[in-house]
């Protein structure tokens, strides 16, 4: 490796200026538009945001003026989404904002969200159908999730993103609507239901502050009469000139380089010699048999004959057609048993499954899945 043209390059890069981002040195907008906070568990809020009746209307851009209730909460408003929304927390450098219901029931907030109206759009939009179930289905509560706030004593709602939930919820359910929902975590196949509690994460295109912001600046309006944003710099607003700024970061930066480049040379002599040493070592020992014979592979579950031994049927018209009537569900995959599916049945226990479940947990488990019987082995062939 050439270590003086590593420097020459790590000097070329220290020493040339970044690129522009309307960077201004002071401004009296900088010093009026403060950081101010509804409370001190709640996020920052400066510019796009600000506080109304806090500051100047020059210290935030249009739509994004928020509020504080009286608990505390900072509020945003999305005028075609029925009021205000909680803001839970703002990444400026990324320019997403995270929000949630101040009343705890987002779900109903999201049945009647349009984004239309405001500066923020989706990060990740993920279509949800929303269903509305009678109570008289009281066993749907156990295999999905409904939606508290949204329930009574005579009907529960549930809200899925899964197209097999969707399919079977359809046939005994009222679908009330299909809503593109700003989900935070995409949510994937397995999840069957959800009761969209989650934060909603939103993003702006403008006002572009993300870089100005990763870079250790301010966003703000170039002056009281003009809406031209610009950026300004925390070291010149503390009175650092940009020439003062590059010999700062290249006083800093070449001696820690210097410094790293001594420490990795001296690590590549040690490996050189620790190198030179095992292959000496490697020559001079002789090569000796193994010892240990290698282990067996041992087998946990049933064999496929006995597997197969195991006596098979056909679920009729109805599942009282199972050696046990009540047995209408799977136990491996809590599915209904349907009509022409295949049940398979431990001989030891009785127990009864779907043949495709029960195939594919023997090999693996040699007991019933539910009372942990262990079912005989058939005998070796001779």
Same mark, same amino acid.
């Given at each position: 490796?050439?270590?003086?043209?590593?420097?020459?390059?790590?000097?070329?890069?220290?020493?040339?200026?970044?690129?522009?981002?309307?960077?201004?040195?002071?401004?009296?907008?900088?010093?009026?538009?403060?950081?101010?906070?509804?409370?001190?568990?709640?996020?920052?809020?400066?510019?796009?945001?600000?506080?109304?009746?806090?500051?100047?209307?020059?210290?935030?851009?249009?739509?994004?003026?928020?509020?504080?209730?009286?608990?505390?909460?900072?509020?945003?408003?999305?005028?075609?989404?029925?009021?205000?929304?909680?803001?839970?927390?703002?990444?400026?450098?990324?320019?997403?904002?995270?929000?949630?219901?101040?009343?705890?029931?987002?779900?109903?907030?999201?049945?009647?969200?349009?984004?239309?109206?405001?500066?923020?759009?989706?990060?990740?939009?993920?279509?949800?159908?929303?269903?509305?179930?009678?109570?008289?289905?009281?066993?749907?509560?156990?295999?999905?999730?409904?939606?508290?706030?949204?329930?009574?004593?005579?009907?529960?709602?549930?809200?899925?993103?899964?197209?097999?939930?969707?399919?079977?919820?359809?046939?005994?359910?009222?679908?009330?609507?299909?809503?593109?929902?700003?989900?935070?975590?995409?949510?994937?196949?397995?999840?069957?239901?959800?009761?969209? %509690?989650? !934060? +909603?994460?939103?993003?702006?295109?403008?006002?572009? =502050?993300?870089? /100005?912001? #990763?870079?250790?600046?301010?966003?703000?309006?170039?002056?009281?009469?003009?809406?031209?944003?610009?950026?300004?710099?925390?070291?010149?607003?503390?009175?650092?000139?940009?020439?003062?700024?590059?010999?700062?970061?290249?006083?800093?930066?070449?001696?820690?380089?210097?410094?790293?480049?001594?420490?990795?040379?001296?690590?590549?002599?040690?490996?050189?010699?620790?190198?030179?040493?095992?292959?000496?070592?490697?020559?001079?020992?002789?090569?000796?048999?193994?010892?240990?014979?290698?282990?067996?592979?041992?087998?946990?579950?049933?064999?496929?004959?006995?597997?197969?031994?195991?006596?098979?049927?056909?679920?009729?018209? %109805?599942? !009282? +057609?199972?050696?046990?009537?009540?047995?209408?569900? =799977?136990?491996? /995959?809590? #599915?209904?048993?349907?009509?022409?599916?295949?049940?398979?049945?431990?001989?030891?226990?009785?127990?009864?499954?779907?043949?495709?479940?029960?195939?594919?947990?023997?090999?693996?488990?040699?007991?019933?899945?539910?009372?942990?019987?262990?079912?005989?082995?058939?005998?070796?062939?001779?």
């Amino acid at each position: 490796m050439n270590f003086p043209i590593i420097i020459l390059f790590l000097l070329l890069f220290f020493f040339n200026p970044p690129q522009k981002h309307l960077i201004v040195s002071s401004s009296t907008i900088e010093d009026t538009c403060l950081d101010a906070v509804c409370n001190l568990t709640e996020p920052v809020i400066r510019f796009p945001f600000q506080i109304q009746s806090n500051s100047s209307s020059s210290c935030g851009y249009p739509g994004f003026t928020v509020t504080c209730n009286n608990r505390g909460q900072t509020l945003l408003n999305l005028p075609q989404s029925g009021g205000e929304f909680s803001i839970k927390e703002i990444d400026y450098d990324t320019q997403q904002v995270w929000v949630n219901d101040p009343h705890n029931c987002l779900p109903k907030r999201i049945l009647s969200l349009n984004l239309t109206s405001s500066p923020f759009e989706a990060v990740y939009n993920q279509e949800f159908t929303f269903f509305n179930c009678s109570v008289n289905l009281e066993y749907l509560k156990y295999r999905y999730n409904p939606i508290a706030c949204l329930s009574d004593s005579n009907h529960m709602l549930f809200a899925t993103a899964s197209s097999s939930v969707v399919v079977y919820l359809s046939s005994i359910c009222n679908v009330v609507k299909k809503v593109k929902v700003p989900v935070a975590v995409p949510f994937y196949e397995h999840a069957v239901s959800s009761n969209l %509690s989650d !934060n +909603l994460r939103l993003s702006w295109e403008w006002p572009q =502050c993300g870089r /100005c912001e #990763s870079h250790g600046g301010r966003c703000g309006f170039e002056s009281n009469t003009t809406s031209h944003v610009v950026c300004f710099n925390d070291f010149s607003s503390k009175g650092i000139s940009r020439g003062a700024q590059y010999a700062i970061g290249v006083g800093l930066g070449v001696p820690a380089l210097l410094c790293f480049i001594a420490i990795l040379s001296c690590l590549c002599n040690k490996l050189k010699i620790l190198a030179h040493r095992w292959a000496w070592d490697s020559q001079t020992v002789p090569d000796f048999e193994p010892l240990i014979s290698p282990q067996q592979t041992i087998t946990l579950g049933l064999d496929g004959p006995t597997i197969e031994s195991y006596p098979k049927m056909v679920v009729g018209e %109805s599942p !009282n +057609l199972l050696p046990r009537p009540n047995d209408n569900t =799977c136990p491996i /995959c809590l #599915s209904e048993y349907k009509p022409k599916e295949t049940v398979k049945r431990i001989p030891d226990c009785l127990h009864c499954f779907h043949a495709q479940c029960i195939d594919e947990w023997l090999p693996l488990n040699a007991s019933c899945p539910i009372c942990r019987t262990s079912p005989n082995k058939l005998p070796a062939a001779a």
